[in-house]
């Protein structure tokens, strides 16, 4: 069965870090780009991050660069989400989900390049 699963979820303080992972089970991850996605109730989902199947190339969304960090082990089929300085509006479930490709390209916020998804981890950021 395929599946993605997130984890290192949780409560942190203003400024405080935390790593989320997404593994990959019943399909091996080396041949994927992964994305990084979170939503808040009552908005969409947007795009976070993205890495490409060998790591050569990532992307950010513009309010997490240079405080998140992608990165992936595909010998375990884990790909990670280092996430430092984190801010009350980072409050919000993040999903994983593989591309339909090996490649990240700038508009990897678009879903339907996306084929599986994970159920997602909550982030609670407080003040």
């Known amino acids: 069965q395929v599946q993605l699963v997130e984890s290192g979820g949780g409560l942190v303080q203003f400024g405080g870090s935390l790593r989320l992972s997404c593994a990959a089970s019943g399909f091996t991850l080396d041949s994927y780009a992964v994305g990084w996605f979170r939503q808040v109730p009552g908005k969409e989902r947007e795009g976070v991050s993205c890495?490409?199947?060998?790591?050569?190339?990532?992307y950010y969304a513009d309010s997490v660069k240079g405080r998140f960090t992608v990165s992936r082990d595909n010998a375990k089929d884990t790909v990670y989400l280092q996430m430092n300085s984190l801010k009350p509006e980072d409050t919000a479930v993040y999903y994983c989900a593989t591309a339909i490709g090996p490649l990240c390209y700038s508009d990897y916020e678009d879903e339907p390049m996306y084929d599986y998804w994970g159920q997602g981890t909550q982030v609670t950021v407080s003040s």
């Open positions: 890495i490409s199947s060998n790591s050569g190339s990532t």
